[in-house]
């Protein structure tokens, strides 16, 4: 008897086996939309240093008003104002400037309650008045 192919419990037996690989490798993934989250909150605050920067090349002064706080609204630049939207879902919480220096805070709306994320930045400060950001100009989250 020459008999080709698999049985059908080995079929059954693979496919447990995919299964149980596949239910260990999940939860590694878990957290994914989260950490993009805060990359794109870190990446906003590092684009408002390099608007600001422009801003104070130009006024000699650093300015808290932005053309938009609130990513997703349509972002016109006014006279006057630093030329920088956040991305759609970030919000800038806090901006700052005086002393001859800024910080800045932005939170995420897709991050709330337990998993709520905050990040912040500082420029030409001592220190970020909320503890969050440990070097200047460098974005940090907590």
């Known amino acids: 008897m020459n008999r080709k192919g ?17 239910a260990i490798a999940i939860p590694k993934f878990a957290n994914t939309k989260g ?6 909150m870190k990446s906003d605050l590092r684009n408002l240093v390099t608007a600001e920067e422009a801003f104070f090349a130009d006024s000699v002064k650093y300015s808290t008003k932005v053309t938009s706080k609130v990513g997703g609204v349509a972002c016109t630049p006014a ?15 806090t901006l700052n400037a005086a002393g001859g220096g800024w910080d800045a805070s932005m939170t995420n709306n897709n991050l709330t309650g337990t998993a709520k994320v905050t ?5 030409n400060e001592a220190a970020d008045p909320l503890g969050i950001a440990t ?8």
């Open 79 to 93: 006279a006057g104002d630093v030329s920088w939207c956040p991305t759609t879902g970030n919000n800038l919480v």
């Open 135 to 142: 070097s200047e100009g460098a974005p940090a989250c907590k």
């Open 119 to 123: 990040c912040a930045i500082f420029v």
């Open 35 to 40: 950490k993009a989250y805060i990359a794109s």
């Open 6 to 22: 698999f049985t059908l419990i080995e079929l059954l037996i693979v496919v447990v086996i995919i299964g149980i690989l596949a």
